[in-house]
């Protein structure tokens, strides 16, 4: 199975400021099978990024997503207090799906 | 829009059953997989189970292979999961997810929580 590992678990962000989480997989996903979820408190994940750059329809464009092979970059480039959730990557290059250990990223 | 609602997640001792349902609202989309995805609190995500639009594939993760079966009723949009054998591992949130035409997981559910404990 692909491994996907995420870094940072923790990311304190000062509002208006830019947060980059990083996604390494264990096989190469190409350009084309990463996607980036963010899951609020209390909700279901929600996609954001498919496609590994991609904007899922509403995402608001301070979020940005890069890498190919096996390194990925979710950017947010200004920190909003909407922005307080998990944030996963998700690989969909062949069942099983598989999930980074999710980064939660928390206002300073 | 396609919307998903999960119904059938509850309370169980270890070793019972429980049937886990999907309906899609706004239609099945043709070629499109279905999955179940779980979330526990100290192991995250977990993709659970995936089928396609015909059933002409399904699969398992290793966790659940041999206790867990899919399967879907496109006539009547709904996508089930029957759960045998449980253990208080099983314990969890379940997401029923669909792949969009853009890419995988495009659409969750609001999630069923299933607990599994004597």
């Known amino acids: 199975d692909v491994v996907l590992t995420q870094s940072p678990l923790s990311l304190p962000v000062t509002l208006g400021q830019p947060a980059s989480i990083s996604c390494r997989s264990s096989?190469?996903?190409?350009?084309?099978?990463l996607n980036w979820f963010q899951q609020r408190p209390g909700q279901s994940p929600r996609r954001l990024i498919y496609k590994v750059s991609n904007r899922d329809s509403g995402v608001p464009d301070r979020f940005s997503g890069s890498g190919s092979g096996t390194d990925f970059t979710l950017n947010i480039s200004r920190v909003e207090a909407e922005d307080v959730a998990l944030y996963y990557c998700?690989?969909?290059?062949?069942?099983?799906?598989?999930f980074g250990q999710g980064t939660s990223l928390e206002i300073k | 829009e396609v919307q998903l609602v999960e119904s059938g997640g509850g309370l169980v001792q270890p070793g019972m059953s429980l049937r886990l349902c999907c309906a899609v609202f706004g239609g099945m989309s043709r070629d499109r997989a279905m999955h179940w995805v779980r979330q526990t609190a100290g192991k995250g995500l977990e993709w659970v189970s995936g089928i396609y639009w015909d059933s002409s594939r399904i699969g398992y993760a290793d966790s659940v292979r041999g206790r867990f079966t899919t399967s879907r009723d496109n006539a009547k949009n709904s996508l089930y999961l029957q759960m045998d054998s449980l253990r208080p591992e099983d314990t969890a949130i379940y997401y029923c997810?669909?792949?969009?035409?853009?890419?995988?997981?495009?659409?969750w559910g609001q999630g069923t929580t299933v607990t599994v404990s004597s």
């Open positions: 096989h190469s996903l190409g350009n084309t099978y």
């Open positions: 998700m690989q969909g290059a062949d069942w099983p799906y598989t």
């Open positions: 997810v669909e792949d969009g035409s853009s890419g995988e997981a495009d659409v």
